[in-house]
């Protein structure tokens, strides 16, 4: 049986001009779908897995600052019994006070419309970071970097 929640978490970390991002999916709707798309097999660690993943979400997320695209690179995936753990990081991304950040993301909407996105942002360390969520009616968000 499906689970009636179809989410996923993204937290977001900033440290030494580098930013990692750690997307957290359902493994049966994420690998499901992947399968159905691409016919891409999870459990081989390969080049059409890697371009899949990287293409999926080039495709459907973005990270701005200030307006201007960043890019990132896969750095791993695993899956257990319950998650897709993909984790991407941008480097030489100078963050400051003020700054503009977009969010945008859109990973399986085409295939759940209920789909919800969450992310765990701790950019410069707050104390309390920022928790943004996309979902079909809001597919971006954007938050302004604290002043530390």
Request: with cysteine.
């Amino acid at each position: 049986m499906a689970h009636p929640i179809k989410l996923s978490v993204c937290d977001v970390f900033y440290k030494s001009n580098c930013l990692t991002m750690h997307y957290k999916f359902f493994q049966d709707d994420f690998v499901a779908y992947a399968k159905s798309k691409q016919n891409v097999d999870f459990e081989l660690k390969n080049k059409p897995t890697d371009q899949f993943i990287v293409d999926y979400l080039n495709k459907h997320t973005s990270i701005k600052i200030n307006n201007k695209a960043i890019a990132f690179t896969l750095k791993s995936y695993s899956i257990d019994a319950t998650l897709v753990h993909i984790w991407v990081e941008c480097k030489n991304v100078k963050l400051q006070k003020d700054n503009k950040f977009d969010i945008r993301n859109t990973v399986l909407f085409d295939q759940f419309p209920d789909q919800i996105n969450m992310y765990y942002i701790d950019l410069l360390g707050d104390k309390n970071p920022v928790s943004c969520r996309t979902g079909k009616d809001f597919p971006a968000d954007t938050w302004i970097v604290p002043y530390k």
